[in-house]
């Protein structure tokens, strides 16, 4: 139910499984808590398209005024996203795209030019020839396509830079373990491996390590995630050579949403910068996150006292209150003289 003096904000989640996403879903939490005039509600598909469908269908049921998505897949999705524009719902898609154009905005990364970092990466870093395994996100969705496109149309353009086998995952370790463990046990070892994500990274890095491959193998991931064993961690303790960046776009959602409530102008396609983080940069955007970390603390910290201080307000107010009432009681049983 919609809150009667609110804005409401319906974000459809693909899933929470993952630091990432709940990286994501905390960032709109935070943004959202500084708009009082907004009301956000975040509906987890668990990763079950099905599912995904009917939550949206929900929140148009509901005529929420602005819907965010964020697609398991793009092409099953893209119909109810139909649906809602033409319900008249403004609809801004994050990270994974839908088909078509029929949506009010995009935000996220460029994952083509994350796909061709990658390669740039190693191209960089290769005097001679290289063996590459590349292991590709779930299928259907766009990150997937996308950085393999990047990675695979820039690594064209250097013969001596070949990726040899590609494993198609599912975005967690448990999809490629046993597939990579069996290809490294049959052909040569790689110089690379690029994992569509940090995630299937660690997996590889664990598989590389029950062989006593992890350093004959350089191993670049994508994320960047700040925290416990998050890609900036894992860049810092040597398990990766290198990772991605790719920013959730929460707050931006939420700023989005507010400013197409406003009655802004908002653009299209609104796209977030990337950049490589390896051991070269790993300290100074480990710092950078841990000011930003120290300031959004300061910021919760903050709206708990003032949330304090509207709390004590109204209880004072009602007491007071409460005190004219008596008040009036008693000027009234003592004959008002
Ligand atoms: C999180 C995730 C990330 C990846 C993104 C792609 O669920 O798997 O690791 O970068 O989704 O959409």
């Known amino acids: ?69 964020s697609p398991i897949q793009s092409i099953p999705i893209t119909p109810v996203i139909e649906k809602a524009m033409n319900a008249g719902i403004p609809v801004i898609v994050i990270d994974r795209k839908i088909e078509g154009r029929n949506f009010t905005a995009y935000v996220g990364a460029n994952n083509i030019e994350i796909g061709r970092n990658a390669a740039k990466y190693i191209i960089s870093h290769s005097e001679n020839e290289a063996t590459i395994i590349e292991i590709t996100g779930q299928e259907g969705s766009s990150p997937a396509h996308e950085r393999s496109i990047g990675f695979k149309n820039t690594l064209d353009s250097v013969p001596e830079l070949q990726i040899t086998y590609s494993i198609k995952g599912d975005w967690e370790k448990a999809s490629i373990k046993d597939r990579l463990s069996s290809l490294l046990d049959t052909v040569k070892t790689p110089d690379y491996i690029f994992c569509h994500n940090d995630r299937m990274a660690m997996g590889a890095w664990e598989v590389a390590r029950s062989k006593s491959l992890e350093d004959d193998i350089k191993i670049i991931g994508v994320d960047g995630l700040f925290g416990p064993n998050g890609g900036i961690q894992m860049v810092k303790d040597g398990l990766l050579d290198a990772t991605l960046l790719y920013p959730t776009g929460g707050a931006e959602a939420i700023k ?82």
């Not at 974000?11 to 009082?36: C, I, L």
């Not at 396609?269 to 959004?296: A, E, G, H, P």
């Not at 910290?301 to 008693?330: G, K, P």
Request: proline letters at 1%; aromatic letters at 6%; zero cysteines.
């Open 1 to 69: 139910e919609k809150e009667a003096d609110k804005y409401k904000i319906g974000f459809s989640q693909a899933m929470t499984t993952d630091n990432w996403r709940k990286e994501m879903n905390k960032s709109m939490r935070v943004e959202a808590s500084m708009h009082p005039d907004l009301e956000l509600e975040i509906k987890d598909a668990g990763n079950h398209i099905a599912k995904q469908i009917t939550q949206i269908d929900d929140f148009i049921q509901e005529k929420v005024d602005v819907l965010i998505v």
């Open 256 to 337: 989005m949403a507010s400013d197409l409530i406003q009655g802004e102008n908002i653009n299209k396609y609104n796209i977030l910068r990337t950049v490589v983080i390896d051991s070269v940069n790993v300290d100074i955007m480990q710092n950078q996150f841990d000011k930003m970390n120290q300031q959004q603390n300061d910021i919760e910290q903050q709206q708990a006292v003032i949330d304090e201080q509207i709390e004590t307000y109204n209880s004072q107010s009602a007491l007071i209150r409460i005190m004219i009432v008596l008040l009036l009681l008693l000027l009234f049983l003592t004959g008002w003289s």
